[in-house]
């Protein structure tokens, strides 16, 4: 099987299985691209925390006295401006901080994560909690979250079969978006149908911007 194959079974099983989510929501107004957000949203939980920890290290090291160029060096690149000229010495950390996009990116990321372990921790089906909890804010692959729960994950929460896992992986899904939709938190996630994109659009973040 080629490549442009592989993508075409894996968008096509993508496609019914955001269909059988629709089917399972109560509330008319989430549609296939609310879900499709909601899906992209949850796989991108462990990168965002990942940035979130990351940068509230370098920001840990400002008050411990690192300099401005230091910082940023210690995030993974020299520092440098959008004109591409390396930050001057004269430049404090502060003003890096709050100038700089990442800042804006960071609360940004912080309030995307808070909102997804809240619709998560409001789940109330228990073997629905725990699904969300292994795939989304844990990153667990989908089979070794299913075989955790085959066996029975917590004591309180009996084991299920692979088919009724499936199915409650999908009702999670369906009461997050549900939640996102209702506290707006996807508009903040947005597809992208323009010029040069594939023809499901792609999906990404709407990055704050200040005047």
Do not use: C
């Not at 691209?33 to 290290?57: A, F, H, S």
């Not at 401006?81 to 100038?99: C, F, P, Q, W």
């Amino acid at each position: 099987m080629s490549n442009d194959e592989v993508v075409v079974v894996v968008n096509r099983e993508d496609v019914e299985d955001t269909n059988k989510i629709i089917q399972l929501n109560f509330f008319s107004d989430v549609d296939e691209e609310d879900i499709r957000k909601t899906k992209w949203l949850l796989g991108k939980y462990v990168d965002m925390i990942d940035i979130i920890q990351n940068y509230e290290y370098a920001l840990k090291q400002i008050e411990n006295g690192m300099s401005a160029y230091e910082l940023l060096s210690a995030e993974g690149s020299v520092a440098k401006r959008e004109s591409g000229h390396e930050l001057t010495a004269d430049v404090t950390a502060n003003s890096v901080i709050m100038k700089d996009k990442r800042h804006d990116n960071y609360k940004l990321y912080v309030f995307l994560t808070n909102n997804v372990r809240f619709a998560i921790s409001n789940i109330k089906d228990p073997h629905e909690g725990v699904a969300a909890k292994l795939l989304f804010l844990e990153g667990k692959k989908y089979l070794k979250a299913q075989g955790y729960m085959e066996k029975g994950y917590r004591k309180d929460v009996p084991g299920i079969a692979a088919t009724t896992f499936a199915d409650k992986r999908r009702r999670a899904i369906a009461n997050i978006a549900n939640s996102l939709k209702f506290n707006r938190t996807l508009d903040f996630i947005t597809i992208d149908y323009g010029r040069g994109r594939n023809e499901e659009g792609e999906v990404g973040i709407i990055s704050p911007t200040k005047d």
